[in-house]
Every structure is written in structure tokens, then in C-alpha cells.
T-cell receptor
Framework: DAGVIQSPRHEVTEMGQEVTLRCKPI?????LFWYRQTMMRGLELLIY????????DSGMPEDRFSAKMPNASFSTLKIQPSEPRDSAVYFC??????????????FGPGTRLTVT | RKEVEQDPGPFNVPEGATVAFNCTYS??????FFWYRQDCRKEPKLLMS???SGNEDGRFTAQLNRASQYISLLIRDSKLSDSATYLC???????????FGAGTRLFVKA
């Protein structure tokens, strides 16, 4: 069974350009999470969805960041315009929450973004 | 103050040693607790959930102390393959907002 799929794996872009990161969650999972990881700030939750609906976007750093989940098998994280401080590894994770039980988030391999 | 705090280490231990990591959290309403493991330049993976009664998985033991708001991870008989960063994870009540600690780096040497 395929895990969480992210694309691209590496992205190098110039400041001011639009960047779109893509994620395909594990089939059947109803929660999708977007994280950003940097040396300085560690792993931070940006936004998460339940059944394609954004539930909490309080971690989105500013209006330049937006995320969508048009269907259960696809999500995007867009940065427009990008800035050098956006350079980080962006992870997507998915999970199936079962009431009353503990759960696991399955992470994709990440997208390493470099903004020059 | 960070919501979840861990000693960043690094912890350098010989093979066979026992090592313990602690993690504190500030939100008393936190509902779920986990330890994840992250290898260099890889994605985090669940190591184990942490239950109030404590739980064990082979060489790994996790404990939760709600009164003092800390969780711990004990690794016995360390292996070279245990070298990684261990992330403490807390989920707050009322949703699934997930907060990761900064991680504790472990190096196990021969």
C-alpha cells in the first residue's frame, strides 16, 4: 500500500515566485496535516483538514501561505510570493482517527524548499 | 515558554546503555501523547503512544505523569540503530492540533 506521496521532493526557486507543494494522503484517511520543519523552529503544524475541510489554520505564518484540499486524495500548499525565510522542509501527514483510540500520523517524505 | 519542551541533547551513549529522555508540556488539557523518531533527512515515524498507565514495547518504555505534566521515554540495551532524533508529541483537547517538541538527539556508539 502506498504511503503519503509528496511532490516535488526538492524545489529551488527565486524570491517572489509562486511555489505549489502537493500531497496525496493514504487512501481512507480522513485527516491531513501540513507541517514545516526548520533547524530554528523545529516541526510546526501549519494547518490540518478533516474530510477535506480546514479545521485549524492558526499555524499558517501569513497571508502568503494558503492550503486547499479539493478532494479526499489531494491537497496543495501554496506560497505566493515566496521569500528566502520560507526555505524549509514541508511535510504532509495523514491519519485516520478512530474515536476512543490512539492514532498515528503517517508522514510523507517531505518537500525540501529552497528560496534564493 | 514553548508548549512542549525537550532537552535537545545530544546524548552520546555506548551500545548496551540505558538512556532516558524527558519532555514537559504546558497545557494541562492535553489529551494524547506520543514519541516519534526521526532519522537524519527523513520523515518522522511513530515510535509509540504514551498511556497514563505507562506502556512498554520491547526495549522501549514510555511513561506519562499528568500531575507534573511530563512524559518520558526509556531505552534499554541501546543499539547503534537507535541513533536518531526523538520527538515528543502532544495533542490538545478539542481537536487534533499536534505540537511537536524540538527533539532530542541520540548517538549510540560502538
Amino acid at each position: 500500500d502506498a504511503g503519503v506521496i509528496q511532490s516535488p521532493r526538492h524545489e529551488v526557486t527565486e524570491m517572489g515566485q509562486e511555489v505549489t507543494l502537493r500531497c496525496k494522503p493514504i487512501s481512507g484517511h480522513d485527516y491531513l496535516f501540513w507541517y514545516r520543519q526548520t533547524m530554528m523552529r523545529g516541526l510546526e503544524l501549519l494547518i490540518y483538514f478533516n474530510n477535506n475541510v480546514p479545521i485549524d489554520d492558526s499555524g499558517m505564518p501569513e497571508d502568503r501561505f494558503s492550503a486547499k484540499m479539493p478532494n479526499a486524495s489531494f491537497s496543495t500548499l501554496k506560497i505566493q510570493p515566496s521569500e528566502p525565510r520560507d526555505s524549509a522542509v514541508y511535510f504532509c501527514a495523514s491519519s485516520k482517527i478512530v474515536a476512543g483510540a490512539s492514532y498515528e500520523q503517517y508522514f510523507g517524505p517531505g518537500t525540501r524548499l529552497t528560496v534564493t | 515558554r514553548k508548549e512542549v519542551e525537550q532537552d535537545p541533547g545530544p546524548f552520546n551513549v555506548p551500545e548496551g546503555a540505558t538512556v532516558a529522555f524527558n519532555c514537559t508540556y504546558s497545557n494541562s488539557a492535553s489529551q494524547s501523547f506520543f514519541w516519534y523518531r526521526q532519522d537524519c533527512r527523513k520523515e518522522p515515524k511513530l515510535l509509540m503512544s504514551v498511556y497514563s498507565s505507562g506502556n512498554e514495547d520491547g526495549r522501549f518504555t514510555a511513561q506519562l505523569n499528568r500531575a507534573s505534566q511530563y512524559i518520558s521515554l526509556l531505552i534499554r540495551d541501546s543499539k547503534l540503530s537507535d541513533s536518531a532524533t526523538y520527538l515528543c508529541v502532544v495533542i490538545n483537547t478539542g481537536g487534533f492540533k499536534t505540537i511537536f517538541g524540538a527533539g532530542t538527539r541520540l548517538f549510540v556508539k560502538a
